[in-house]
């Protein structure tokens, strides 16, 4: 029988809303016992620095390079996870619980997979020294370096959790991802998700986000500029695919705040909804996680195209929390030598593993 491992599993996603924190017992194949998990939002001067990151990034040409607030910016984040996972632990009596592992994802600057070039910034080594806990990280590299997509990582976690087959699971994050679970896995990053519409916020209402899709519910479709956008070349290729967060924008020209953000909720949406070309089957069921499933446009617009459209809660799941229970899942599956990325889901030759374990 393989080691059950006490996993943290840390997220930093596209969205730049927080960390999500999440603790998994697994053997990083089919045991799966969640538990407890947690958000810690970053606030307006964190999100500000990981922007202007975003923007320095697009200076960077190989993976080593730090240009601008880079460097500064890497050092910062490691200690907010730091940070997280000591709040993590003293908030749940779990300090003198042994854990064995922390899958760090880190936060994703650049992701252009055809240069063979992902970013994520974040010090494996310091936070293992920080937290006294060994650390994987990193773990998108080897398999862009082999010539995949580096995204996503999620679908072998997926299919462990997956009761009803086939069926598609469905992360709206920054950037939207589908697992479909069949006979095999087949993965992708359907387009947009949450980040252009939290851009558009900022960029008009000096919002991070739409709260509960609240604008989004209220304005018009802009059906031309629609069309249009789904028109993108990226569309039409066929998966494994990926893409970067700023891979798309929208020309919404003269639109309002709330026509603007309610064309961009449909984006994602349609989007979405188009991934179902490529399935072998219909799923059965498609589950919406991430944080995605609270902006009510989108969840109003997907109901409408796709049928049997549920929830990660209407399943007993943790829509917020299942990339970083993912994460936990998948530095058990590093420490035991276990692929984490497929030729289904990252189009990589062979199943491979990855990441970078640091011990504390």
């Given at each position: 029988m393989s080691k059950i491992c006490r996993a943290i599993g840390l997220m930093s996603g596209t969205s730049l809303d927080g960390i999500d924190v999440a603790l998994l017992e697994t053997d990083g194949e089919g045991h799966v016992q969640r538990g407890p998990s947690a958000t810690y939002a970053y606030d307006a001067s964190q999100q500000a620095r990981l922007r202007q990151a975003l923007q320095d990034a697009l200076e960077i040409r190989a993976r080593n390079e730090r240009p601008g607030s880079l460097a500064a910016a890497e050092m910062a984040l490691t200690d907010w996870h730091a940070?997280?996972?000591?709040?993590?632990?003293?908030?749940?009596?779990?300090?003198?619980?042994?854990?064995?592992?922390?899958?760090?994802?880190?936060?994703?600057?650049?992701?252009?997979?055809?240069?063979?070039?992902?970013?994520?910034?974040?010090?494996?080594?310091?936070?293992?020294?920080?937290?006294?806990?060994?650390?994987?990280?990193?773990?998108?590299?080897?398999?862009?370096?082999?010539?995949?997509?580096?995204?996503?990582?999620?679908?072998?976690?997926?299919?462990?959790?997956?009761?009803?087959?086939?069926?598609?699971?469905?992360?709206?994050?920054?950037?939207?991802?589908?697992?479909?679970?069949?006979?095999?896995?087949?993965?992708?990053?359907?387009?947009?998700?949450?980040?252009?519409?939290?851009?558009?916020?900022?960029?008009?209402?000096?919002?991070?986000?739409?709260?509960?899709?609240?604008?989004?519910?209220?304005?018009?479709?802009?059906?031309?500029?629609?069309?249009?956008?789904?028109?993108?070349?990226?569309?039409?290729?066929?998966?494994?695919?990926?893409?970067?967060?700023?891979?798309?924008?929208?020309?919404?020209?003269?639109?309002?705040?709330?026509?603007?953000?309610?064309?961009?909720?449909?984006?994602?949406?349609?989007?979405?909804?188009?991934?179902?070309?490529?399935f072998p089957k219909p799923p059965k069921q498609w589950v919406i996680c991430g944080g995605g499933r609270h902006n009510a446009a989108i969840m109003q617009t997907l109901r409408g195209l796709l049928p049997n459209v549920v929830t990660a809660e209407d399943l007993g799941l943790n829509g917020d929390s299942m990339e970083a229970e993912a994460w936990a899942y998948l530095a058990v599956r590093s420490l035991r030598g276990l692929p984490l990325t497929f030729p289904g889901t990252t189009g990589v030759a062979q199943p491979l593993t990855g990441g970078v374990r640091t011990r504390a």
């Open positions: 940070n997280a996972v000591h709040s993590f632990l003293q908030e749940r009596g779990l300090t003198d619980s042994k854990i064995d592992v922390i899958g760090f994802h880190g936060q994703t600057v650049l992701h252009r997979p055809e240069q063979r070039l992902t970013v994520q910034l974040g010090d494996g080594a310091a936070l293992a020294r920080a937290t006294g806990i060994d650390v994987v990280y990193d773990m998108r590299a080897a398999d862009v370096a082999a010539g995949g997509q580096g995204a996503p990582l999620v679908p072998i976690y997926h299919a462990a959790l997956a009761k009803t087959r086939p069926a598609a699971f469905v992360n709206i994050g920054g950037v939207a991802n589908v697992t479909y679970v069949g006979d095999d896995v087949l993965a992708f990053d359907t387009g947009p998700g949450n980040a252009l519409i939290n851009d558009w916020m900022m960029k008009h209402k000096g919002l991070s986000f739409d709260e509960g899709g609240k604008t989004c519910l209220s304005g018009s479709v802009g059906r031309l500029q629609l069309a249009s956008a789904l028109n993108h070349p990226y569309f039409a290729q066929k998966p494994p695919k990926s893409l970067d967060r700023n891979a798309m924008a929208l020309v919404l020209k003269d639109f309002g705040l709330a026509d603007g953000a309610a064309t961009l909720a449909a984006f994602t949406a349609h989007s979405i909804a188009a991934a179902a070309k490529w």
